[in-house]
T-cell receptor
Framework: DQQVKQNSPSLSVQEGRISILNCDYT??????FLWYKKYPAEGPTFLIS???IKDKNEDGRFTVFLNKSAKHLSLHIVPSQPGDSAVYFC???????????WGAGTKLIIKP | GAGVSQSPRYKVAKRGQDVALRCDPI?????LFWYQQALGQGPEFLTY????????KSGLPSDRFFAERPEGSVSTLKIQRTQQEDSAVYLC?????????????????FGNGTRLTVT
């Protein structure tokens, strides 16, 4: 039973365009969501987060959107750069279960 | 050091061997987590320490897995009688604060992991 799903294993985007990574969740108790970025042979690094009281959080080129009614969040990267090529993980937690529940990741490839 | 350090980076073990994986968290970080990441999957929670206390070990897959953090800094994850299904990347993460206070606004800092291959 996957509570956090990233249905696209990979995504290819032209440099300079917008990258949109999607994440769906099933547990309505989740109230905090995070995106992590992972390069090969390295651990994940924190990118951006959003609390369920908001529907948008922006940090530079990265924006996360949360649609609670659809149980869906997305990460927008604009403009995409070659260094953005990595695996992106969506994760979620709740008050009753602080453990982060992770999606399987989406591999983003930025084409020059 | 500046970040979370894990050793060894790679470990090959024969089925039935015991292994010990080490994690040096960021100095001063209260919380320490161990995760297991199988190929093509996201990390899965194994266990959580707040200082030297192991507050949650609900994710440990069997009693062959044991973790400790005796002085509240370095942690060791031990796997006894390794099996092929134990093959995975084992990630350690630390954070300045622990849940519940640190659940938000205290993100996890991960090490580069130990890739364990059991043959």
């Amino acid at each position: 039973d996957q509570q956090v799903k990233q249905n696209s294993p990979s995504l290819s985007v032209q440099e300079g365009r917008i990258s949109i990574l999607n994440c769906d969740y099933t547990n309505s108790m989740f109230d905090y969501f995070l995106w992590y970025k992972k390069y090969p042979a390295e651990g994940p690094t924190f990118l951006i987060s959003i609390s369920s009281i908001k529907d948008k959080n922006e940090d530079g080129r990265f924006t996360v959107f949360l649609n609670k009614s659809a149980k869906h969040l997305s990460l927008h990267i604009v403009p995409s750069q070659p260094g953005d090529s990595a695996v992106y993980f969506c994760a979620a937690s709740s008050d009753s279960n602080y453990q982060l529940i992770w999606g399987a990741g989406t591999k983003l490839i930025i084409k020059p | 050091g500046a970040g979370v350090s894990q050793s060894p980076r790679y470990k090959v073990a024969k089925r039935g061997q015991d292994v010990a994986l080490r994690c040096d968290p960021i100095s001063g970080h209260v919380s320490l987590f161990w995760y297991q990441q199988a190929l093509g999957q996201g990390p899965e929670f194994l266990t959580y320490f707040q200082n030297e206390a192991q507050l949650d070990k609900s994710g440990l897959p069997s009693d062959r897995f044991f973790a400790e953090r005796p002085e509240g800094s370095v942690s060791t994850l031990k796997i006894q009688r390794t099996q092929q299904e134990d093959s995975a990347v084992y990630l350690c993460a630390s954070s300045l604060l622990g849940p519940p206070r640190g659940r938000k606004n205290s993100p996890l800092h991960f090490g580069n992991g130990t890739r364990l291959t059991v043959t």
